[in-house]
């Protein structure tokens, strides 16, 4: 199972980025896919998480800015944000958890990160 974010890059305040997740392998299902975020310094933290039923759930710090939303045919997450703040600056990993592949089960997944950066 490998996971594989795009998107990221450099934004000014108030502008948007909108990530991407690709999983890959002979993936039969996964349950929840997640967004986490670790600026440098600080320890990882949960941004939004959305459900294998297409619940999505927010950390306070992005409600009403970040929309997360999955595309379980192309096995893809994504992550909009809008209305970007310089405290949004990190790096985003894309997380699978409760992966189900042909042969087995893995509990979680990550991706390699992808950098976002919001600065004039």
């Known amino acids: 199972v490998q996971l594989v974010e795009s998107g990221g890059g450099l934004v000014q305040p108030g502008g948007s980025l909108r990530l991407s997740c690709a999983a890959s392998g002979s993936i039969v299902s996964i349950n929840t896919m997640a967004w986490y975020r670790q600026a440098p310094g600080k320890q990882r933290e949960l941004v939004a998480d959305?459900?294998?039923?297409?619940?999505?759930d927010y950390s306070d710090s992005v409600r009403g800015r970040f929309t997360i939303s999955r595309d379980d045919a192309k096995k893809m997450v994504h992550l909009q944000m809008d209305n970007l703040k310089p405290e949004d600056t990190a790096v985003y990993y894309c997380?699978?958890?409760?992966?189900?592949?042909?042969?087995?089960?893995?509990?979680?997944?990550w991706g390699q990160g992808t950098q976002v950066t919001v600065s004039w």
């Open positions: 959305i459900s294998s039923g297409g619940v999505p």
């Open positions: 997380n699978a958890g409760g992966v189900k592949f042909e042969g087995g089960m893995k509990s979680s997944a």
